[in-house]
């Protein structure tokens, strides 16, 4: 079976620009969960999805949002991109909601400048 | 609301020798349990959980790690790594009964000397 897969894998923005991030996750998997991860604040839970509804979200700004397709691909975009934007954003998938088992994609690095 | 402290955030070992990466939680509900590793440039693979049970779990690779709720901690334990266990570890927990979301600690680097 596929893993999670996300793309690109590397991005290069200016500031004030917006951005589109895409996962796709194992096949039969229907949760995906969004994570910032950064040398100084950690791994941080962005949202999270499930069957195309937003289930829960973390505590960042209106300027990340998400969304999940009907075949769980999941897309996040951030606009007005700001330096502390940079970061890897790791997409992981699970079965259902309840699984409590996640499978994390490589990432996407996302530079700022 | 929980929050995850990993009271090393580097673990230098010597090859063969045993190693236990730390971690203690704080949650007013009950949580679920979980270690990952992250090597270089790549996502986060998950070592082992605690759901319910017994509350010595094994893991992939050789890991264990023992769930104490009266001390609130998950500490992760190898009797002997090895130099290709040279990783990030993340400790994390999640709300029981909740949605699938993960709050993470800051993590620790275990570098495996030869």
């Known amino acids: 079976k596929a893993g999670v897969t996300q793309t690109p894998r590397y991005l290069i923005k200016t500031r004030g620009q917006q951005v589109t991030l895409s996962c796709s996750p194992i096949?039969?998997?229907?949760?995906v969960s969004w994570y910032q991860q950064t040398p100084g604040q950690g791994l941080q839970f962005l949202f999270e999805y499930f069957s195309e509804t937003q289930r829960n979200k973390g505590n960042f700004p209106g300027r990340f949002s998400g969304r999940q397709f009907s075949n769980s691909r999941s897309e996040m975009n951030v606009s007005t991109l700001e330096l502390g934007d940079s970061a890897l954003y790791l997409c992981?998938?699970?079965?259902?909601?309840?699984?409590?088992?996640?499978?994390f994609g490589p990432g996407t690095r996302l530079t700022v400048t | 609301a929980q929050s995850v402290t990993q009271l090393d955030s580097q673990v230098p070992v010597f090859e063969e020798a045993p190693v236990e990466l730390r971690c203690n939680y704080s949650s007013s509900v009950s949580v679920y349990l979980f270690w990952y590793v992250q090597y270089p440039n790549q996502g986060l693979q998950l070592l082992l959980k605690y759901l319910s049970g017994s509350t010595l779990v094994k893991g992939i690779n050789g890991f264990e790690a023992e769930f104490n709720k009266s001390q609130t901690s998950f500490h992760l334990r190898k009797p002997s790594v090895h130099i290709s266990d040279t990783a990030e570890y993340f400790c994390?927990?999640?709300?029981?009964?909740?949605?699938?979301?993960?709050?993470f600690g800051k993590g620790t680097k275990l570098t495996v000397n030869p």
């Open positions: 096949s039969g998997h229907r949760s």
């Open positions: 992981a998938s699970a079965m259902d909601s309840t699984s409590y088992e996640q499978y």
């Open positions: 994390a927990v999640s709300e029981q009964g909740g949605s699938e979301k993960l709050v």
